[in-house]
């Protein structure tokens, strides 16, 4: 019994040692990184950059590098505090170097202004990038025509009574000048509309086209419009008319009269009458070229609510009397 008793007290005793033990070894620790925390160390670090102060005139054409190895010297602790949090600088591009057609900053030059920027003991001693190329060029702008991209078919029977109206037609477009020389129309977004018997307003977006960055359109979407209509047939005959005659001359067409045929929505279609037509043959035709026996219409003037228009016979014949 005596024997059981004096190995539990060893026991606890050899406990109490293991964990006074382990408690000085973890304070000498903590203690020994608060020292080795506490010395000034030189190590690299990567900062985040902000362009700041480019001069009015500029433009920045194509995004220039955004991350950068710096050497640094600081405390422990700082060094410690940068692995962890990622800080950013700015640097200054009103300081712009040039060489041939080339732009590009010299950072450590900047090192004064960029330690201000720093909190704390931390101090950059020098970026490891010694040159930063930065495409540089100038902001231009331009008015370009507005294309819609559609794809509309109607209902039998039915059509539009005019051409599709886009508001605004044109737009102006803005950027670095690399892109906006090379951008001749803007385009908008797919419209799809099948069986179309009722009038089209719709709200379409602009596309800006792919591979340019850094383009501004004065207006995202536009306004499409048509009026659709039922379309019917009608005709006229109409009398021959020959112009340039020359005097002494007499041109007997023949037949005397045409057959015009057309088409036009029905909402227009009481607007149309032979005045709406003005078809002519032209005697200077023969003067050009005196073997030919017939002249060919020329369409001079047709109402705006024509859509389509034929004329029978496609040419007529004639006789010269003097």
């Known amino acids: 019994m005596k024997t059981s008793l004096k190995k539990s007290d060893l026991t606890l005793q050899n406990n109490r040692k293991t964990k006074v033990f382990i408690f000085f070894l973890v304070l000498t620790s ?6 080795e925390l506490s010395k000034t160390y030189t190590s690299s670090a990567e900062f985040k950059i902000v362009y700041k102060n480019l001069p009015s005139d500029k433009l920045v054409q194509v995004k220039p590098i955004s991350n950068v190895e710096v050497a640094i010297r600081a405390p422990g602790f700082s060094l410690l505090k940068r692995k962890i949090k990622s800080q950013k600088i700015s640097l200054s591009l009103n300081s712009l170097l040039k060489k041939g057609t080339s732009h590009y900053i010299l950072p450590n030059t900047q090192l004064s202004n ?15 990038k010694d040159t930063i190329f930065i495409e540089i060029g100038k902001n231009s702008t331009k008015k370009v025509p507005i294309i819609p991209k559609t794809d ?3 209902k039998l029977g039915y059509n539009f009574t005019e051409k599709l109206k886009v508001s605004p037609d ?11 020389d090379s951008i001749d129309y803007i385009a908008t977004t797919q419209l799809k509309l ?17 591979n340019t960055k850094n383009v501004v359109l004065s207006t995202n979407t536009v306004k499409l419009t048509a009026i659709v209509d039922k379309f019917t047939e009608g005709s006229f005959k109409i009398p021959v008319t020959v112009i340039n005659q020359p005097d002494g001359i007499n041109v007997n ?3 005397k009269q045409i057959e ?13 009458n032979e005045n709406s037509f003005l078809i002519v043959f032209d005697y200077k035709q023969y003067e050009n070229d005196t073997t030919t026996h017939f002249l060919t219409p020329i369409i001079k003037q047709k109402s705006e609510y024509i859509s389509s228009l034929k004329i029978n016979p496609a040419h007529i ?4 009397q003097k």
């Open 260 to 272: 015009v045929i057309f088409q036009a929505g029905l909402s227009n279609f009481n607007k149309i």
């Open 114 to 128: 960029l330690n201000a920027q720093l909190t704390g003991e931390t101090e950059i001693i020098r970026i490891l």
């Open 194 to 210: 099948y069986d179309i018997y009722e009038n089209i307003n719709e709200k379409l977006n602009l596309v800006i086209p792919k």
């Open 253 to 255: 067409p023949f037949p």
């Open 152 to 154: 509309i078919q109607f």
């Open 30 to 35: 903590i203690i020994w990184l608060l020292i």
């Open 317 to 320: 014949e004639f006789l010269l």
């Open 170 to 180: 044109s737009i102006f477009i803005s950027g670095p000048n690399k892109y906006i």
